[in-house]
T-cell receptor
Framework: KNQVEQSPQSLIILEGKNCTLQ??????????LRWYKQDTGRGPVSLTI?????NTKSNGRYTATLDADTKQSSLHITASQLSDSASYIC?????????FGKGTMLLVSP | EAGVTQFPSHSVIEKGQTVTLRCDPI?????LYWYRRVMGKEIKFLLH????????ESGMPNNRFLAERTGGTYSTLKVQPAELEDSGVYFC????????????FGPGTRLTVT
């Protein structure tokens, strides 16, 4: 069964601090892994997309890593801002369908 | 460029009633997807259109759900009759092509069945 597990479930950090979110997956076949940011009341917005051959990809203060051998990914947020408060969802793609994790709810406090 | 839009944003209906959700994809996107998130669970795939054809409807929960995409533009998702377990947020997404291409999500329709 295709599954995507994320940890932690929720996280509170102080503004300006860094944090790392984790994602483990058991999805086959594997095409790519995506990290989405979902603000409350909005749809998910793509942050990064990585294929199995990519180890890291950055988008501003967001850096995603992928270890296709261990089927693990992480999302590192640098110098957090209040606007980073959101749910971060790890999504693994097969040929055409996406398997979603439940997300990590991040709260950045002043 | 306008994003994916969904209507309504919220819908509250009674068990046994019918509800129709609408999704307008980004202009020119042939691929349209429906997803659902029920409370406490992850977002799950429902179905995938390529233009007006259903490419994959393996995620549709049962025959009370009917999706259409006449003319390959906007899509509707009808739930008839609605049950309590149908409550959740229904997302629509579109993409130019399948595979590696990014899917752009709409804001979702929150459906509450009472």
């Amino acid at each position: 069964k295709n599954q995507v597990e994320q940890s932690p479930q929720s996280l509170i950090i102080l503004e300006g601090k860094n944090c790392t979110l984790q994602c483990n997956y058991t999805v086959s076949p594997f095409s790519n892994l995506r990290w989405y940011k979902q603000d409350t009341g909005r749809g998910p917005v793509s942050l990064t997309i990585m294929t199995f051959s990519e180890n890291t990809k950055s988008n501003g203060r967001y850096t995603a890593t992928l270890d296709a051998d261990t089927k693990q990914s992480s999302l590192h947020i640098t110098a957090s801002q209040l606007s980073d408060s959101a749910s971060y969802i790890c999504v693994v793609s097969g040929y055409s369908t996406l398997t979603f994790g439940k997300g990590t709810m991040l709260l950045v406090s002043p | 460029e306008a994003g994916v839009t969904q209507f309504p944003s919220h819908s509250v209906i009674e068990k046994g009633q019918t509800v129709t959700l609408r999704c307008d994809p980004i202009s020119g996107h042939d691929n349209l997807y429906w997803y659902r998130r029920v409370m406490g669970k992850e977002i799950k795939f429902l179905l995938h259109f390529v233009k007006e054809s259903k490419q994959d409807e393996s995620g549709m929960p049962n025959n009370r759900f009917l999706a259409e995409r006449t003319g390959g533009t906007y899509s509707t998702l009808k739930v008839q009759p609605a049950e309590l377990e149908d409550s959740g947020v229904y997302f629509c997404a579109s993409s130019h092509r399948t595979g590696f291409y990014e899917q752009y999500f709409g804001p979702g329709t929150r459906l509450t069945v009472t």
